[in-house]
């Protein structure tokens, strides 16, 4: 992709974005967030009525009566959009692949958190950290972000979950809004996973969610689910190089490929049920503006209830 072709990519996500957060996002977006993060404002001694929660028991010990923490609401969050680059996000059967879809979605969560006076952050990542851009504000920083999406060149083909998350809970040294956008094609008891940061996809992801509130976004391509009848076809898999051949024109092995990702796909909703998180699948052959909306809406209610 040339320079121009670049720009003018960039400028027509950009106004498609825009459209939507204008349209659609409008009144849904992240005000729900708002006040979710606390930062310390100051320490003194217990007045009778405050809760007993806020005392600080290490002070309280070293001067011998009681002083409680005092917070207020942090109103200015940073929203960290950490999207997978590995070579399996270039995969689509439609007129997009995975990597683009989750441009568009970065994209719109950026310009929504923009509106909202939020800062913005990426991290872009393969098995390795590819990108990383700290929070900041303004159109600018904006667009830069959205052309180091599309124009992102990956070093490494794997993917590698718990890294990426293990690096931001390094670099993030207050709570922030993290949406993860993968494909979540690997397996949860990944050992070279385990090896490097110590905790497996799932340790990593409640660990993170405990420290910042995280949105497990899955993109999910509908020929991962259904193989059509095309004849005798060689599968690949992007990061592995890993070659298989299948005859597609048989019904058995259809039924056998669909069965197996449904399998795949219930495991990963029980994986997330069991950290808790909160979760959100897009198909690249659908819009996901309308599912978005109502999942921020849902969120909302559910913090007022």
């Known amino acids: 992709m040339t320079l121009q072709e670049l720009l003018e990519t960039v400028r027509r996500v950009e106004v498609r974005t825009n459209r939507l957060v204008n349209d659609t996002m409008v009144g849904a977006y992240l005000s729900h ?81 923009s509106r909202s006076s939020d800062k913005v952050a ?68 990944a050992t070279t996973d385990t090896a490097r940061t110590g905790r497996d996809v799932l340790q990593e992801i409640g660990l993170t969610n405990a420290r910042h509130d995280l949105v497990c976004v899955h993109l999910h391509d509908p020929l991962e689910s259904t193989l059509p009848p095309a004849g005798l076809l060689t599968i690949e898999d992007a990061e592995t190089g890993e070659m298989l051949e299948v005859d597609s024109t048989r019904q058995a092995v259809r039924d056998k490929f669909a069965r197996t990702n449904a399998d795949r796909l219930a495991e990963l909703d029980r994986a997330f049920r069991r950290t808790g998180v909160d979760t959100l699948r897009f198909s690249t052959v659908e819009s996901f503006a309308q599912t978005l909306q109502r999942f921020f809406e849902t969120r909302r209610g559910r913090r007022r209830g």
């Not at 590995?86 to 879809?101: E, N």
């Open 122 to 189: 990426l991290l872009l990542f393969s098995d390795q950290v590819e990108l990383f851009l700290p929070p900041r504000k303004g159109r600018r920083h904006i667009l830069r972000l959205i052309r180091e999406m599309l124009a992102i060149q990956p070093k490494h083909k794997g993917t590698s979950i718990p890294a990426a998350l293990a690096f931001l809970n390094h670099v993030l040294h207050r709570r922030a809004i993290v949406f993860l956008l993968t494909d979540f094609l690997h397996s949860f008891g």
């Open 33 to 113: 967030f708002k006040g979710r993060g606390m930062d310390f404002e100051e320490l003194r001694e217990y007045i009778p009525g405050d809760d007993v929660r806020d005392i600080d028991w290490n002070v309280t010990y070293r001067m011998g009566r009681p002083f409680v923490k005092r917070y207020r609401e942090e109103r200015e969050l940073a929203v960290v959009l950490a999207v997978d680059v590995s070579a399996s996000s270039g995969f689509g059967s439609s007129r997009r692949s995975k990597r683009d879809f989750a441009a568009e979605i970065a994209c719109t969560l950026a310009l929504s958190a």
